[in-house]
């Protein structure tokens, strides 16, 4: 079965994973909070990244940046005079919208006006009598540039004020601290470094549930490379993340790559893939992979006046590194683990159970345990649950029958229940049931966490 955005949207509510914000005041519009296993699971999806793209990893290292950077950083880039979107507001209902979206959603995809200037998308727009999603009118404003960054002031008193913005991409704190990272980290090329962190863009269009927020996390490599050598990079990373996402078992159908047209390339990029997946409304993009030239460290350069080339050791030759980045997005590959691990198993002929089968590295909860009569069992559960809770993530739930909280279980993805019944008392046994085969096996309880930790790292 195919869960639909509401339907998920209705899970995650319903078992604590996301929560529309600030829920109690009515809610500000596509903010969204995540619950305890939301948190769980999110960090549990940056761990792992972190893992295969920094800690485990032979070429990278880490580095975690602030949120508010120098404001040249974002003249230097060009996010000040460039990072716009065309935005349009329909004058029947008020509702805003992204030209280019626009005739993309009229057109079905067919017609891409990105790369078009104004002019020429507002001529089509009229032209081709695009009608406001929303209402159906065709009254709309002309069109204005949207600077997409989030603004704010620094300092205390209307004097010292500045004006600063609140990073839109994590990367640009890593180009920053470039000369530091090489300097300390004894690191040569190629290498790279990655982080994760909060980004901020203030869009026009968010929706699809997390897909498109605001506020939300990114998980960026800026991986440095002598120029030359940067297609064979490209390729490296673009396979890389490929064999990331089928790791934690994203099924490979549901992945596609996108390489962009050389002709509508971002003027500083010589190569980009978006890997896609597939959404509910359709294949979207995942996660970006470009190859940046030295684009970013050019600009800083020359915006700080600090020598940011690299020394050749072996030929002393000196030059900027080219980047390759790949830069994806927490709550994107959140929604699809959840696409792609729910689904609800006939389990026999009559009967069916909510599944989220997860990877385990990633199940928000590892063991669930379960004292079988809570009159009689839960003082040896929760003995077991406090002997389990130096190990693993656990969850301790004595609510209604053993069969239900199996289920609830399922539907949350936990790889492991523990059942505490009248012959643990007796022999200081319990029984493990397996979340995909639902088998149960009998354990002594000093075997129970070494057998948990094997069968978890399966
Ligand atoms: N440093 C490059 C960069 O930021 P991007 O394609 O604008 O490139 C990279 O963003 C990734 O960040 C996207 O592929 C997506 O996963 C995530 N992302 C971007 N905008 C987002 C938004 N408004 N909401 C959620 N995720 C977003």
């Known amino acids: 079965m195919k869960y639909t955005l509401e339907q998920l949207f209705a899970y995650s509510k319903q078992y604590g994973f996301i929560f529309q914000g600030s829920e109690i005041y009515g809610g500000l519009a596509n903010t969204w909070d995540f619950g305890p296993l939301g948190v769980s699971l999110k960090n549990n999806i940056k761990k792992i990244w972190w893992e295969e793209f920094v800690s485990k990893n032979k070429y990278n290292v880490g580095i975690d940046s602030s949120i508010l950077l120098n404001p040249k950083t974002w003249e ?16 029947v209902c008020k509702a805003r919208h992204r030209a280019d979206n626009l ?25 081709n009598k695009i009608k406001c999603p929303n209402c159906g009118g065709f009254d709309y404003t002309p069109i204005r540039e949207f600077n997409l960054m989030f603004k704010t002031q620094q300092g205390v008193t209307t004097e010292s004020t500045s004006d600063i913005y609140l990073r839109p991409e994590t990367a640009q704190g890593i180009f920053l601290n470039f000369k530091n990272v090489l300097r300390t980290s004894r690191k040569k090329l ?51 993340a490929a064999d ?6 994203i099924k490979s159908e549901n992945v596609k790559f996108y390489d962009h047209l050389k002709e509508k390339l971002s003027f500083y990029s010589n190569a980009t893939t978006d890997v896609l997946y597939r959404y509910p409304w359709g294949f979207d993009e995942l996660w970006g992979i470009a190859s940046r030239t030295n684009y970013d460290l050019s600009r800083h ?20 590194p080219y980047v390759i980045e790949p830069s994806l997005g927490v709550e994107r590959l959140f929604l699809a683990v959840l696409i792609d691990s729910l ?12 599944l989220l089968r997860i990877d385990k590295r990633l199940a928000p909860i590892k063991v669930s345990v379960f004292p079988l009569v809570k009159k ?25 029958n053993i069969g239900k909280r199996y289920r609830r279980a399922d539907a949350i993805g936990t790889p492991y229940c523990v059942t505490i019944d009248q012959q643990t008392l007796e022999d200081n046994t319990v029984t493990v049931r397996e979340r995909d085969s639902m088998e149960q096996v009998r354990l002594s309880l000093s075997k129970l966490n070494e057998y948990l930790n094997k069968e978890l790292k399966k």
């Open 76 to 91: 230097a880039t060009g996010h000040v005079s460039g990072f716009k979107d065309p935005l349009m507001d329909c004058k």
């Open 103 to 127: 005739i993309a959603r009229a057109t079905n995809n067919e017609v891409d006006a990105d790369g078009w200037d104004y002019q020429q998308m507002h001529d089509y727009i009229i032209e």
């Open 190 to 240: 190629p290498f790279g470094i990655g982080q994760i962190g909060k980004s901020f863009r203030n869009e026009i269009t968010p929706g699809n549930f997390i897909f498109r927020v605001r506020e939300f996390e990114q998980m960026e490599l800026e991986f440095f490379c002598k120029p030359g050598t940067e297609f064979e990079w490209f390729d490296y990373w673009k396979q890389f």
């Open 244 to 249: 990331f996402l089928t790791n934690i078992g």
């Open 301 to 320: 350069q020359e915006y700080s006046g600090q020598k940011l080339e690299y020394q050749d050791p072996q030929t002393n030759e000196s030059y900027l």
């Open 343 to 354: 689904e609800e198993e006939q389990i026999n002929e009559t009967e069916t159970r909510t």
């Open 376 to 400: 009689y069992h839960s003082a040896k559960a929760e003995e077991v649950y406090e002997l389990l809770l130096t190990d693993f993530e656990v969850s301790y739930d004595d609510t209604g």
